[in-house]
Structure formats: C-alpha cells, structure tokens
C-alpha cells in the first residue's frame, strides 16, 4: 500500500523534473525531412574484420519520443563487408506487410532525427556464434506480423525477445523501451536480459528481478526499479541513471 500511494508517484515526479531539464532528449519532427543520417557509431565494416554486435536505442519519433525509445540490433560475421540489421517497423502494419525487417544498411542512423545511443557492444572470438543465435532467434519471433504501440507487441518486445533467447549478450534494456516486458499470454518468464524471472500480465502490471536489470516494478507500462551490482535508479521517461555511490579513492602523486 505504501509503495502504491507514495512511491510510485514521487518516482514519476521525479522523472518528470529530470525529463524537463533535459528537453532535447526527444524532440517532435516532421517525418519527411527529419534527419537519418548516421552519426559515426558504427565501425567501418570493410575496415574492420572482427564480428560485431551492436544493439541501439533512440527516443521514438513524434510525441512518442517523450515516453520511450526504439530499439534496433545490427551484426556483421568476421569478414563481412556490411551489416545486417534486425528491427520491428510498426507503419509497415499499415500497408498489411510484416512489421519484422531483416535488411542490410548502415546500423548507427539516426531514428527520425533522434540521435541513438548504442545500448551493447560485443565483437571479437565467439560473436560469431552469438550473431548465428540472433539470427534463428529473429526468425522465430512469434508477432512478426503484428504491432501495437503500448503495450506490445512492438520495437521493443522484439529485442526483448531475441535477448531472452540469446541471454549470453545480458543485455540492459532500460525502462523507457516501453513493450520490453509484454510477454503475450504467459505470465512467468525470464527477464528480457534472459536472467533472473519477471512476472508480467499483458506488459501492464509486473516485477522483474535479475542480475542483470537488478529489480524493477512495470505500472501500466510505465518501469521503476533500482540496480544493485552498479548501482543506479531506473525511471520512466528518463532510463536508467548511475549513481556514484562509491567515492573513488583518492591517489596522492
């Protein structure tokens, strides 16, 4: 009862003053002309012969951006001269086509003007093997052909997938990749990094307790947790926020 009346409602405050301090976080745009260039954290892939994975994250486009992010994953085998990317598109629902692409592009794009950020990095010896697991794992995705924005199935609940199904990349997902906890029918599952448990009825109204996200409540989609092996607070609307809890010692010269 104290968490309901009180908890909950100083945390979403307090992720609306953090938001409204940092207003360009998500920014409206007109989606013919907003920007999706890429912004240069993308390895050159002729250039670089190692395997790589790279999951992003960019605040959604529109209105939608001021909740939560899109997410993304891109991987290039050792010798590969370009990356394959994975990713759900919810307008292409609207044309009566599947909403899951797998194609080839540059990964590190802006999403509709917003500037993404790189959420995990593998690359080096047994990526290979990683990248081959993503793959059948994308493939298998039950909703490939359905989208909702909230709860789920969307962007989000599609990565989550795939790092149910691949828990050795322990993947972070944070609170603002809104549909990450949408588990369809079951109520009992992994944790989207594929550790720990998470209880979730239809994404809406859930807990998730795991080494990796450490423990976090979901309130109608909307996430508030905490991590303990490094610690920080996790919010909606804002994302995860690290917490220098420890003081760094102090070296004399």
């Known amino acids: 009862m104290f968490i309901k009346q009180f908890v909950f409602p100083f945390l979403l405050l307090l992720s609306f003053i953090v938001l409204a301090v940092i207003p360009d976080r998500a920014q409206a745009q007109y989606w013919w002309n907003a920007s999706r260039e890429p912004v240069g954290l993308a390895p050159d892939p002729v250039a670089t012969p ?121 993947l972070d997902l944070p609170p603002t990749a809104i549909g990450k906890d949408y588990l369809g029918y079951r109520l009992i599952s992994q944790a989207p990094s594929g550790s720990g448990f998470q209880i979730s009825f239809f994404g809406l109204l859930g807990v998730l307790v795991s080494a990796v996200e450490g423990i976090e409540f979901n309130l109608l989609g909307l996430s508030f947790g905490a991590n303990w092996n490094s610690p920080a607070i996790r919010l909606p609307l804002v994302g995860r926020k690290d917490l220098d809890l420890w003081p760094q010692p102090v070296i004399e010269k």
């Open 50 to 170: 190692e395997a790589i994975i790279q999951i992003y994250g960019a605040r959604a486009y529109g209105w939608r951006g001021y909740l939560g992010i899109h997410t993304w994953i891109a991987v290039k085998p050792a010798q590969a001269k370009f990356y394959t990317i994975y990713e759900v598109i919810g307008w292409l629902q609207r044309r009566r086509m599947p909403v899951l692409v797998i194609y080839e592009n540059v990964p590190d794009r802006r999403w509709y003007g917003n500037m993404p950020e790189i959420l995990l990095e593998k690359r080096g010896d047994g990526v290979d093997a990683l990248i081959e697991k993503i793959d059948q794992a994308a493939r298998n995705y039950p909703y490939a052909k359905e989208y909702t924005i909230w709860p789920g199935p969307n962007s989000n609940t599609f990565t989550a997938w795939v790092s149910r199904s691949v828990p050795e990349l322990q």
